[in-house]
């Protein structure tokens, strides 16, 4: 993204959170939700569950304590492992995001070198690489020495490294853990359920935190001045600890959401898997789909697959994830879920595009019905950025590559392939259907668009034109070296609304356009006061449109997850009142 204010928050995985590799979809999850909203996030990371113990047990010699440079050399690769893994693991989710070493930021540790404190930091270097890339993985724990070589920051050297992170920028700091906050005592051993604290003064955290967050982080905290929250993945709310007075939560916990999927395709399989990780918040209660024994030899549970729509609604979910291919019986579900009052989730561009006017109502608003965000970009956010945009700089033109397949189909062809080889490997990796009518034709980019126009510009749209790919779009215009095709779809803003097109376009080489690659989308957001705002990403692909519905199912569930409050608060109010 470019032209844009942005905030910057720094989240901070543990070891209790990324035990494993398996691990890494849950801090995915945690850092898009808030990329796609306009935040700069920087992920600081701790090793993965065990790997610190493992390296020190490996450097143990037999006679002798390992030399201090040495040993916070070896430890400091445990860090910078599940940095490098969580990376990679954004970028199969279409995020972009990059490694950050401490080295790389003058990130400064003076001290004794197995418990050293941070001391400096080059934050116009920091900044600098978020103005590049919106997303930075850090790993925590050490640091150059002042001396020389490494440091280690001693236990809860991670939590230190986010938040010195957070007093250098005046940043947002989130310390993500595996329960939901700070307890009046450690609720893995409390015999009864201890008391949640909305709100911890520093002297209550230094007392209460105990192994959750080591008390050096939270002194420092005190002595900066910066207030922190404590959060669980996935749950919505938390402790937020900072000057003031303690404060307990209600008492009323958050509970599982009962959710079920409609389709298990390449969409619905994704958000099946993805859910393994979220146990803890959902409860997959049903599946539809048309022959459960195929689905079932792939190991879903037989309990969870079902044939029709009625079926569905008797599990009495409470948040629909529908993934089915066209109109129908997508439509029909989603009538069914509107009217018991259900949450959707859905990724069916076909159907928000034909019933837009039908919807509408059901589309915007923070706790809105129905979240669509996978629609359109997959995991770039573009529905979001032209939200936050339109209510300060009237959005005037669109003007984007917004279909994964056909820039998949076109950047191979220029690579040399054929038109059918390219079009076989883009099926083979899950990027086109098996019938790819949809993609060529234009009429998926075009669906795509006039979205985007319903959102950036209101009124009607208005189809000027819409043109696919063939063989003969793929190569160089005129033979032309110096440009490449690329689909493009345009829209712009008219006294009744927008105007749009899609049709392949010769771009000049070099063009923020022109140089997508692979399924990579790009959008570029032109605003009345002539800012050009970027965004690129991958828009197609099981992993990216997954990530994009998870966040808009999390979003749902802290909705439920308010309601709730509210409906366990109202007897208490009602007493109050009754008793004035």
Same mark, same amino acid.
């Given at each position: 993204?470019?032209?844009?204010?942005?905030?910057?928050?720094?989240?901070?995985?543990?070891?209790?959170?990324?035990?494993?590799?398996?691990?890494?979809?849950?801090?995915?999850?945690?850092?898009?939700?808030?990329?796609?909203?306009?935040?700069?996030?920087?992920?600081?990371?701790?090793?993965?569950?065990?790997?610190?113990?493992?390296?020190?047990?490996?450097?143990?010699?037999?006679?002798?304590?390992?030399?201090?440079?040495?040993?916070?050399?070896?430890?400091?690769?445990?860090?910078?492992?599940?940095?490098?893994?969580?990376?990679?693991?954004?970028?199969?989710?279409?995020?972009?995001?990059?490694?950050?070493?401490?080295?790389?930021?003058?990130?400064?540790?003076?001290?004794?070198?197995?418990?050293?404190?941070?001391?400096?930091?080059?934050?116009?270097?920091?900044?600098?690489?978020?103005?590049?890339?919106?997303?930075?993985?850090?790993?925590?724990?050490?640091?150059?020495?002042?001396?020389?070589?490494?440091?280690?920051?001693?236990?809860?050297?991670?939590?230190?490294?986010?938040?010195?992170?957070?007093?250098?920028?005046?940043?947002?700091?989130?310390?993500?853990?595996?329960?939901?906050?700070?307890?009046?005592?450690?609720?893995?051993?409390?015999?009864?359920?201890?008391?949640?604290?909305?709100?911890?003064?520093?002297?209550?955290?230094?007392?209460?935190?105990?192994?959750?967050?080591?008390?050096?982080?939270?002194?420092?905290?005190?002595?900066?001045?910066?207030?922190?929250?404590?959060?669980?993945?996935?749950?919505?709310?938390?402790?937020?600890?900072?000057?003031?007075?303690?404060?307990?939560?209600?008492?009323?916990?958050?509970?599982?959401?009962?959710?079920?999927?409609?389709?298990?395709?390449?969409?619905?399989?994704?958000?099946?898997?993805?859910?393994?990780?979220?146990?803890?918040?959902?409860?997959?209660?049903?599946?539809?789909?048309?022959?459960?024994?195929?689905?079932?030899?792939?190991?879903?549970?037989?309990?969870?697959?079902?044939?029709?729509?009625?079926?569905?609604?008797? &599990?009495?979910? $409470? =948040?629909?994830?529908?993934?089915?291919? *066209?109109? %129908? @019986? +997508? #439509?029909?579900?989603?009538?069914?879920?509107?009217?018991?009052?259900?949450?959707?989730?859905?990724?069916?561009?076909?159907?928000?595009?034909?019933?837009?006017?039908?919807?509408?109502?059901?589309?915007?608003?923070?706790?809105?019905?129905?979240?669509?965000?996978?629609?359109?970009?997959?995991?770039?956010?573009?529905?979001?950025?032209?939200?936050?945009?339109?209510?300060?700089?009237?959005?005037?033109?669109?003007?984007?590559?917004?279909?994964?397949?056909?820039?998949?189909?076109?950047?191979?062809?220029?690579?040399?392939?054929?038109?059918?080889?390219?079009?076989?490997?883009?099926?083979?990796?899950?990027?086109?259907?098996?019938?790819?009518?949809?993609?060529?034709?234009?009429?998926?980019?075009? &669906?795509?668009? $006039? =979205?985007?126009?319903?959102?950036?510009? *209101?009124? %009607? @749209? +208005? #189809?000027?034109?819409?043109?696919?790919?063939?063989?003969?779009?793929?190569?160089?215009?005129?033979?032309?070296?110096?440009?490449?095709?690329?689909?493009?779809?345009?829209?712009?803003?008219?006294?009744?609304?927008?105007?749009?097109?899609?049709?392949?376009?010769?771009?000049?080489?070099?063009?923020?356009?022109?140089?997508?690659?692979?399924?990579?989308?790009?959008?570029?957001?032109?605003?009345?006061?002539?800012?050009?705002?970027?965004?690129?990403?991958?828009?197609?692909?099981?992993?990216?449109?997954?990530?994009?519905?998870?966040?808009?199912?999390?979003?749902?569930?802290?909705?439920?997850?308010?309601?709730?409050?509210?409906?366990?608060?109202?007897?208490?109010?009602?007493?109050?009142?009754? &008793?004035?």
């Amino acid at each position: 993204m470019s032209n844009w204010p942005l905030d910057t928050v720094i989240l901070k995985f543990g070891s209790s959170v990324l035990r494993t590799q398996d691990s890494l979809p849950l801090a995915v999850a945690e850092i898009y939700r808030r990329y796609r909203h306009g935040a700069r996030v920087i992920a600081v990371v701790s090793a993965f569950e065990g790997v610190t113990n493992g390296l020190l047990r490996e450097a143990k010699a037999p006679q002798e304590a390992p030399d201090p440079e040495t040993l916070a050399a070896l430890l400091s690769t445990g860090e910078i492992s599940s940095a490098a893994h969580l990376v990679l693991a954004l970028h199969r989710a279409g995020v972009p995001a990059r490694m950050v070493d401490p080295r790389d930021i003058e990130l400064t540790a003076a001290g004794e070198r197995s418990n050293a404190q941070l001391s400096q930091l080059n934050t116009k270097c920091l900044n600098a690489l978020l103005e590049q890339t919106p997303v930075l993985a850090v790993p925590g724990f050490f640091a150059p020495a002042v001396q020389g070589g490494l440091a280690l920051l001693g236990r809860g050297g991670s939590d230190l490294t986010a938040l010195y992170l957070a007093a250098q920028l005046r940043a947002t700091c989130i310390l993500l853990k595996d329960v939901a906050g700070l307890y009046e005592s450690d609720p893995a051993t409390a015999v009864r359920t201890p008391r949640r604290f909305a709100h911890a003064d520093y002297s209550t955290a230094l007392r209460c935190a105990g192994p959750l967050v080591q008390p050096k982080a939270i002194a420092f905290a005190r002595d900066q001045a910066l207030t922190l929250d404590i959060a669980q993945v996935g749950q919505s709310g938390g402790t937020r600890i900072g000057e003031g007075p303690s404060i307990i939560a209600p008492s009323a916990g958050q509970r599982r959401i009962r959710v079920a999927l409609l389709g298990l395709g390449s969409v619905g399989g994704g958000m099946l898997d993805y859910l393994e990780h979220f146990t803890d918040r959902f409860d997959v209660v049903a599946a539809l789909v048309r022959t459960p024994a195929k689905h079932a030899a792939r190991g879903v549970s037989p309990l969870l697959l079902v044939q029709t729509p009625e079926e569905v609604f008797e &599990r009495d979910p $409470e =948040i629909i994830i529908e993934a089915l291919p *066209g109109i %129908e @019986p +997508a #439509r029909t579900c989603l009538e069914l879920a509107l009217s018991a009052d259900l949450r959707v989730v859905t990724a069916n561009k076909a159907l928000i595009a034909a019933h837009w006017s039908s919807l509408n109502v059901r589309l915007a608003g923070p706790h809105r019905q129905i979240r669509y965000a996978a629609a359109v970009g997959g995991a770039v956010p573009m529905l979001e950025v032209i939200e936050r945009l339109s209510m300060h700089d009237p959005i005037v033109a669109l003007r984007g590559a917004i279909n994964g397949t056909c820039s998949y189909v076109l950047d191979r062809c220029a690579q040399g392939e054929s038109f059918d080889q390219a079009l076989n490997h883009a099926q083979a990796q899950g990027l086109a259907e098996t019938d790819p009518t949809a993609d060529l034709s234009g009429l998926d980019a075009a &669906r795509k668009i $006039e =979205i985007l126009g319903r959102v950036a510009f *209101g009124g %009607e @749209p +208005a #189809r000027d034109l819409v043109s696919g790919i063939t063989e003969a779009s793929c190569g160089p215009s005129d033979g032309d070296p110096n440009t490449s095709m690329a689909l493009i779809a345009e829209a712009r803003r008219v006294p009744s609304g927008f105007v749009f097109r899609v049709a392949p376009q010769a771009l000049a080489r070099g063009e923020f356009l022109a140089d997508a690659r692979g399924a990579e989308n790009r959008l570029e957001i032109i605003t009345r006061s002539g800012a050009c705002v970027r965004l690129k990403g991958l828009g197609a692909g099981r992993i990216p449109t997954a990530t994009a519905m998870i966040a808009d199912l999390l979003e749902h569930a802290g909705v439920i997850d308010a309601d709730d409050a509210d409906r366990a608060s109202q007897p208490s109010l009602l007493g109050a009142a009754l &008793r004035a």
